[in-house]
């Protein structure tokens, strides 16, 4: 994170804060599927869903880092710290740091569930491969949104931005699913369903929906707000006909 900071310091793109945290969760998961106790064949399940899932998810963010100009949220950031900006910066990318170190304990524990159940293990990665579809399709479809010049300042409201406003979000939030499934039975199995209950109020109060939500306000104004009032903010839900 420190080479990050150092790094947006010259190309002003906060977004490759993004990049490094999937990337960085990348890494920690295959090192503890390395070093863990487990099983091998349930380490190398493991290491498999996290390279996966946290490899796109950075190839895909990266992708957009490097095509578009910073994201709106960290511009806005940028604006509001002003003359404190890199110190600012530097202070919230290595927030990011140890909050990565926080939600990549569940891959260790299930690196160190001794006798794993294998109906267990699959049903996790059943729900894993659930919301791998899920997320990869609402990115492309707002990916696809985007790239049409008519569609800007306008709001995206297809496939499954229809049913949810972030639709992204709540797959990702079903993919910390898979971890206390997996890692049942062993010495963590109950704490590893904070796993999604911290994930969940990251998303809703702290680094997710809430900025991409402000963002969204000032960048289409009345059209978010329609939108706002018409569709599920995270659970996917048919939608309301509320002008």
């Known amino acids: 994170m420190l080479i990050a900071w150092i ?49 796109r998810l950075g190839l895909h963010i990266l992708r957009r880092v490097a095509s578009e100009s910073e994201d709106g949220r960290y511009k806005a950031m940028r604006q509001w710290l002003g003359d404190h900006a890199s110190i600012g910066f530097f202070v919230f990318f290595q927030l990011q740091a140890g909050f990565l170190i926080l939600l990549s304990l569940p891959f260790l524990a299930v690196a160190n569930t001794p006798e794993p159940s294998a109906l267990m293990v699959g049903a996790g990665l059943s729900v894993a491969l ?19 010049p008519a569609n800007k300042g306008r709001t995206c ?42 994930m969940l109020l990251f998303l809703l109060f702290f680094t997710g929906i809430p900025f991409t939500e402000q963002q969204a306000l000032r960048s289409r104004g009345e059209s978010y707000k329609v939108y706002q009032r018409q569709t599920s903010m995270f659970f996917p839900w048919p939608p309301s006909k509320r002008v």
């Open 130 to 148: 659930i919301a791998f579809v899920g997320e990869a399709s609402a990115d492309r479809q707002l990916q696809r949104f985007k790239q049409d």
């Open 7 to 55: 790094a947006q310091r010259k190309t002003e793109n906060a977004g490759i804060v993004d990049v490094v945290w999937s990337l960085g969760m990348l890494g920690a998961g295959v090192f503890y599927a390395f070093i863990g106790t487990a099983p091998l064949w349930s380490r190398a399940l493991l290491a498999a869903l996290v390279a996966i899932w946290f490899g």
């Open 157 to 198: 409201r297809q496939g499954w931005w229809r049913y949810s406003r972030h639709p992204n979000y709540f797959f990702e939030w079903l993919h910390w699913f898979a971890y206390p499934l997996m890692g049942f039975g062993g010495p963590y199995a109950y704490w590893l369903w904070l796993a999604p209950v911290v």
